[in-house]
């Protein structure tokens, strides 16, 4: 009885840590080859559809994005010169 309850209270607290894990979103912003990489703490990626910015002379920018969270390769590639 004691071990199913450890176990339960074990999953309980694995599920909720993973539920408040961030999440790295890629987004390509429309008409331009750029990509911008947001981290987000909740919520889904599909949702975000523009980033408002500021450049260097305080100007403010709107870009249209398209993100989501799917995992490429080239995030875990990691290039050491030597």
């Known amino acids: 009885m004691k071990k199913g309850i450890l176990l339960l209270a074990a999953a309980t607290a694995l599920l909720a840590v993973s539920c408040a894990k961030e999440k ?46 799917y995992p490429f390769e080239a995030d875990s590639l990691i290039v050491y010169n030597k």
């Open 24 to 69: 790295n979103c890629r987004c390509a912003v429309t008409n331009t080859q750029t990509v911008r990489i947001i981290t987000i703490k909740k919520g889904d990626c599909h949702d975000f559809t523009y980033a408002n910015y500021r450049d260097i002379l305080d100007n403010l920018h709107v870009d249209t994005l398209v993100c989501t969270d």
